[in-house]
């Protein structure tokens, strides 16, 4: 190939090369942002005992079925649609059947996490982690958009895309919003 023809090949097919690669990967529609279930987790902290307390509401679009692990919490409330439900026998999971309408999960609980629980979490005067088991985990990628209040001293970090903070007298409120599916 002449330099005549290799300037002609950078130009020219090589760019239309990228955007064929561009467009024939795999990417996330409009459409799977907008048929994802939604959750919303609102969470606050008793440093003294260790205790996260939290409400959780799932907006689940129609068509759309759902299991959630409730392992390592403990559950006060679940309503699917405003009526109690409950986990399965012997299991701590709650299967949310396909409807052809869309359903709102509803669930309470709290957490304690003690320094020697053996989990990665940990809820203390210096601070908080949360890494594993601190919310109804799903079967399926979903929008999730959490809200805490943590004190007044702490930094709140995450890997959010948005982060958005209010001061709240000896608080702080903090509201993480995730606009893509997760696991």
């Known amino acids: 190939m002449t330099v005549k023809y290799t300037k002609i090949f950078c130009y020219t097919i090589f760019?239309?090369?990228l955007l064929t690669i561009g467009f024939s990967m795999p990417q996330t529609s409009l459409a799977?942002?907008?048929?994802?279930?939604?959750?919303?987790?609102?969470?606050?902290?008793?440093?003294?005992?260790?205790?996260?307390?939290?409400?959780?509401?799932?907006?689940?679009?129609?068509?759309?079925?759902?299991?959630?692990?409730?392992?390592y919490l403990n559950v006060s409330q679940i309503l699917v649609n405003g009526q109690p439900g409950?986990?399965?026998?012997?299991t701590p999971y709650l299967d949310i059947p396909e409807s052809t309408e869309d359903q709102e999960i509803f669930i309470t609980y709290n957490r304690e996490i003690q320094p020697d629980s053996g989990s990665y979490s940990l809820i203390s005067a210096t601070g908080i982690t949360l890494s594993d088991h601190w919310y109804p985990a799903a079967d399926r990628e979903m929008?999730?958009?959490?809200?805490?209040?943590?004190?007044?001293?702490?930094?709140?970090?995450?890997?959010?895309?948005?982060i958005i903070t209010f001061q709240?007298?000896?608080?702080?409120?903090?509201?993480?919003?995730?606009?893509?599916?997760?696991?």
């Open 32 to 71: 799977d942002h907008l048929s994802a279930p939604v959750h919303h987790i609102s969470m606050e902290f008793n440093l003294e005992t260790k205790t996260l307390s939290a409400n959780s509401r799932i907006e689940l679009p129609a068509g759309t079925g759902l299991q959630l692990d409730l392992s």
């Open 86 to 90: 409950e986990t399965s026998q012997d």
């Open 168 to 183: 709240r007298e000896n608080n702080k409120q903090v509201t993480f919003r995730f606009p893509h599916p997760l696991a």
């Open 143 to 162: 929008l999730f958009k959490l809200t805490v209040m943590i004190p007044a001293d702490f930094e709140a970090i995450s890997e959010a895309e948005e």
């Open 15 to 17: 760019p239309l090369f």
